[in-house]
């Protein structure tokens, strides 16, 4: 599988009409993420819980909280899941909130872990370009290290969930398509698409 397909689309398809105008749905959190701190994601398949590292991707996993004190995680799609490789997500259903995100980039982080099974890292299109969407691996990707996906935690916690995410669609959901039209675009065309319901920060 070519690590150049992992990737985000960033370009002119979040500016078309049909954007919706709701908010976030908590506050983002100001400052630093905490040193560690968990995440349950409650999914339709269940839930899986990952724990984020600062010491491992500082600027990373300073977004991946700001992300979810949001609450943008809430209704995304798993629109890209490939057995044995990743499964992905972190494309919200309000276009303007993904734009947002986009319009500041995160500077890199140094790949600090290795991409094994569990971890999660920001899918990206090279130096620069992380901004909002995430994916789980499913398997040890060793390749992805050398390309610059920099782990920013691991899921400790329902790694079971994350393997029974709905697969059968592969990589048809396009991104261009999310973007624009939101999840109404997925449950028209990939009813089947397992989502999170909510991800919050929880206690240990």
């Known amino acids: 599988m070519p690590v150049k397909r992992i990737c985000l689309t960033l370009l002119a398809a979040l500016l078309a009409a049909g954007c919706s105008s709701s908010s976030p749905a908590t506050t983002v ?3 630093p993420a905490p040193d560690s701190f968990r995440v349950a994601f409650a999914t339709s398949r ?3 819980v990952v724990q984020a590292n600062r010491a491992w991707a500082p600027h990373g996993v300073d977004r991946f909280y700001q992300l979810v004190g949001e609450g943008f995680f809430d209704e995304n799609r798993f629109y890209r ?3 044995g490789f ?3 997500f972190g494309a919200n259903d309000d276009p303007k909130r993904n734009k947002a995100w986009e319009a500041i980039p995160l500077p890199d982080d140094s790949a600090r872990q290795h991409n094994v099974r569990g971890t999660v890292s920001y899918a990206h299109l090279g130096p620069g370009t992380r901004t909002h969407q995430l994916f789980v691996n499913l398997k040890d990707n060793p390749n ?3 390309e610059g996906f920099a782990p920013i935690g691991r899921v400790v916690d329902g790694m079971a969930v994350a393997d029974s995410l709905y697969a059968e669609y592969g990589e048809d959901p396009r991104y261009q398509l999310i973007a624009t039209m939101g999840n109404k675009y997925l449950a028209r065309m ?3 698409l397992d989502y999170i319901v909510t991800a919050r920060v929880v206690e240990k």
């Open 86 to 88: 990743i499964a992905q």
């Open 46 to 48: 269940g839930t899986f």
């Open 190 to 192: 990939f009813p089947k």
């Open 81 to 83: 899941v490939l057995p």
């Open 29 to 31: 959190p100001a400052g």
């Open 144 to 146: 992805l290290d050398r």
